[in-house]
């Protein structure tokens, strides 16, 4: 079977280097059969690497320990499901995922625009070129077909990793990374063929979205991942892989931004693909980070020699990036002028501009402490004060836009009717901002302001859906008529709540620690935690101990906790947290447990307030998605009208 | 291994026929070019974009109008100037239509 998986991987390999370099010559000397011989080895990629990473499940189905890598990741007793998370618990897998992915999307997407020939000409040898790359891994570098004489049982799986969010987080993060390729190839495809029209973002529009969802429901998988498994009552922690995700979620953001004011303005056309090749070059980066071993991360789960490569890559894609736009420079000189300061396209720059700040203030916390060993052999980190203040200077800034901006006209908006569309918005700010520092909430300025401000864009993101439905006589119309914008509404509202949890959670939490014997009580916030007793649990590969904790509020039981620790076989010991939500004030009660002597334990709880609004906002964020991405049959007609008469 | 080497062969070969399948389907064309568009075609595409814009900003000027986003004043102010960029964009991707209704109008 390896050799099998050796073999589609070599022939993905060839594949895909054929599409580059008969791609290339095919759109430069205007070849129509080699550009469509090209395109065509791209869609056998996928079905060879498929192949591939067929094998690769197989081998950890059936635990065949004579495949280095399965022996590597997985153990004799692990469950079906972790063991098939193994695919993307490695190294090699997770390269091997991004290759799958990646000539899955590169394939669709040319499919879909076939018909676009002298675009899709230079599209098809850029994705092929990042394939090569990764390809080229899997078969010289990095391979996961090695094989071996079987032991009797494989190293096991990190228990962290063996969590339900374990099985979505990884492939949803790598969905989203791999998904931000399509929308580069596609513009570095539009700049290589001189074609800077518009047609390259109505054709990548949805897959820029659809990257843009899975990057940021990934990042919310792990955020409760972090917040279930590590057992430390965070959710984020600006590790630096965490980070690398956020980045080119932020750049990707910028860009939804940005492409709607060339799409209505015919403006910013260099920023466009300056935007969208930093958020690819940000996902190639992330992956670096994560696979490189350069940094040490909770997320670093191999230590590997594979960082100069992609270094490599990185720089690589860089230069070319950077080379096609500065050529094309001319074709891309916008002939409209942004008309006022006081303008929604205006607020959309300066939400640019924050979000693109953040990005970059964020990257250099990462890299400064690579940087500095490199540069100077220093050991320097950066730690939560740096990007919390950033966060704050930058973060709270954006949450305020996200509210003016829908207010404020196209073009340019007068006074007179800025004052009669904020009036209520502010009015309800104000107003919540004074009850919150009546009701005590002043003790953190950022969470006052963050309450403050989320009241004037739930307000104003209110107002739009009710006037708009006054003037469309109908709620449904209103959304049907323009689903990008109502549907980035509902995005901006689960932000909203997002940024409610967060400060809730953090600015207005309570912590405290104690050692408690059975039959003792501790209280906080509230609520009193009563020791009842000690159990011991097993599990298919562990054993553990449970500390049942009866929690109760105003005097009556409300629930029964059960945190301790899981012992497994191979991997060593896992905290277990257990955590009481409370639907009355939509917080938690979370608690950890280690047992200190005899049945006795240290007990750590903290309370955090509205945490659920974050899990929430999940939910409404992919409503939000799913509203702007649904097709709009008015506009694919009027798009199709647009380049019916046009030349392919 | 040699179902793998089997496989792994008949994998190859389909690949190959299916890289090959536009030289295997088109032997000798016509033309093997890849259409390009003119200077004609793409300056017809730029002002078929440029009126979707145009129409777009006075959809929106109205919707923000009757939302209550944009004041009667604001409103008399910017309609003007963007019904002309429409209109000269419709102009000069129609210009023998135009000319008719222009015949039409002056009664010639």
Redesign the interface.
Same mark, same amino acid.
């Given at each position: 079977?390896?050799? /099998?998986g050796r @073999?589609?991987l070599l #022939?993905s390999f060839g #594949?895909v280097l =054929?599409a580059v370099v008969a791609g290339s010559f095919?759109?430069w000397r205007?070849?129509?059969? #080699?550009? /469509?011989?090209a395109q065509? &080895?791209l /869609? @056998?990629a996928f +079905?060879?690497t498929l192949?591939a990473g067929g094998v690769l499940v197989a081998a950890l189905a059936r635990r065949d320990f004579s495949f280095v890598y399965v022996a590597g990741h997985i153990s004799r007793h692990l469950p079906l499901a972790y063991r098939l998370s193994a695919f993307w618990g490695g190294q090699e897998g997770s390269l091997l995922l991004w290759l799958t992915i990646l000539s899955g999307y590169g394939a669709l997407a040319v499919w879909l625009n076939r018909r676009n020939? !002298?675009l899709i &000409?230079w599209v098809v040898p850029v994705l092929a070129g990042i394939a090569s790359f990764f390809a080229f891994m899997l078969v010289f570098v990095s391979s996961p077909f090695e094989v071996q004489p079987a032991p009797a049982d494989g190293a096991g799986m990190v228990p962290s990793l063996q969590n339900p969010y374990m099985l979505a987080h990884p492939p949803m993060l790598y969905l989203g990374y791999v998904g931000l390729t399509i929308p580069f190839a596609f513009a570095m495809g539009a700049l290589l063929s001189r074609?800077t !029209? $518009?047609r390259w973002i109505v054709a990548t529009r949805r897959w820029t979205l659809l990257a843009w969802t899975f990057l940021g429901v990934g990042q919310l998988l792990g955020a409760h991942w972090a917040y279930v498994e590590i057992g430390w009552g965070g959710y984020y922690a600006w590790d630096p892989v965490e980070n690398a995700a956020l980045m080119p979620w932020l750049a990707s953001t910028a860009f939804l931004h940005s492409v709607m004011i060339q $799409?209505?303005? +015919?403006m910013l056309k260099v920023w466009n693909m300056v935007l969208v090749s930093l958020a690819f070059l940000l996902s190639v980066f992330g992956t670096f980070l994560t696979r490189s071993g350069v940094i040490n991360s909770i997320h670093s789960f191999s230590k590997s020699s594979i960082g100069g490569w992609f270094l490599g890559f990185v720089i690589g894609c860089t230069v070319f990036s950077v080379a096609v736009i500065y050529l094309r420079l001319p074709l891309l000189r916008a002939r409209t002028r942004l008309e006022s300061l006081v303008s929604r396209e205006a607020t959309f720059l300066y939400n640019n501009l924050l979000l693109v700040a953040l990005c970059l203030t964020i990257l250099w916390g990462v890299m400064y402490p690579l940087l500095s060993q490199a540069v100077r052999g220093e050991t320097r980190s950066v730690s939560k004060p740096y990007y919390d203040f950033f966060l704050h200077s930058f973060g709270l800034p954006l949450l305020l836009l996200m509210g003016i901006g829908p /207010?404020?006209?196209?073009?340019?908006?007068?006074l007179?009717?800025l004052g009669?569309?904020f009036l209520v918005p502010l009015a309800a700010a104000v107003v919540v901002g004074v009850v919150l520092i009546a009701l005590g909430f002043g003790s953190s300025v950022p969470g006052l302001l963050a309450y403050t401000f989320s009241t004037f864009v739930a307000a104003s993101i209110a107002l $739009?859906f009710w006037? +708009?439905t006054? @003037?469309t006589g109908s709620l449904v119309r209103l959304v049907g008529r323009n689903r990008r914008r109502y549907g980035g509404y509902l995005v901006h509202a689960a932000v909203l709540l997002l940024a409610i949890g967060i400060a809730g959670s953090s600015a207005y939490q309570t912590i405290r620690e104690r050692t408690l014997a059975p039959g003792q009580s501790m209280s906080l916030a509230g609520y009193t935690l009563t020791y009842r007793t000690l159990e011991g649990v097993q599990g298919a590969n562990y054993k553990g101990f449970r500390a049942l904790l009866d929690v109760s509020r105003g005097g009556s039981h409300v629930a029964t906790v059960d945190p301790g620790e899981n012992d497994y076989a191979i991997e060593g010991p896992a905290n277990e947290a257990s955590v009481y939500h409370d639907p009355r004030t939509l917080g938690d009660v979370f608690t950890i447990a280690q047992i200190v002597k005899g049945s006795s334990i240290d007990l750590k709880v903290l309370v955090k307030p509205l945490v659920n609004l974050i899990w929430a906002a999940g939910f409404l964020f992919v409503f939000g998605s799913l509203v702007a991405l649904w097709p709009d049959a008015v506009e694919q007609r009027?798009l199709a009208e647009? =380049?019916a008469?046009?030349? &392919? | 291994m040699t179902v793998a080497l089997v496989v792994g062969a008949a994998l190859a070969l389909c690949a190959v026929v299916f890289v090959a399948r536009p030289f295997l389907r088109e032997p000798a064309p016509a033309s093997d070019r890849l259409d390009e568009p003119g200077e004609l075609d793409r300056r017809r595409l730029e002002l078929v974009e440029e009126r979707d814009r145009a129409l777009a900003a006075l959809k929106e000027l109205e919707f923000d109008h009757r939302t209550g986003k944009v004041t009667d004043a604001d409103y008399r102010e910017q309609v003007g100037p963007l019904r002309r960029r429409a209109a000269a964009a419709l102009r000069a991707l129609e210009p023998r239509a135009e000319a008719r209704h222009e015949r039409v109008a002056s009664g010639r």
């Open positions: 079977m390896a050799a /099998l @073999a589609a #022939l #594949l =054929y095919a759109a205007r070849r129509r059969r #080699l550009a /469509l011989s065509n &080895a /869609l @056998a +079905g060879t192949v020939t !002298d &000409a074609r !029209d $518009e $799409e209505k303005r +015919g /207010l404020v006209a196209w073009r340019r908006a007068s007179r009717s009669k569309t $739009e006037r +708009g006054r @003037a009027r647009r =380049y008469a046009a030349p &392919a | -």
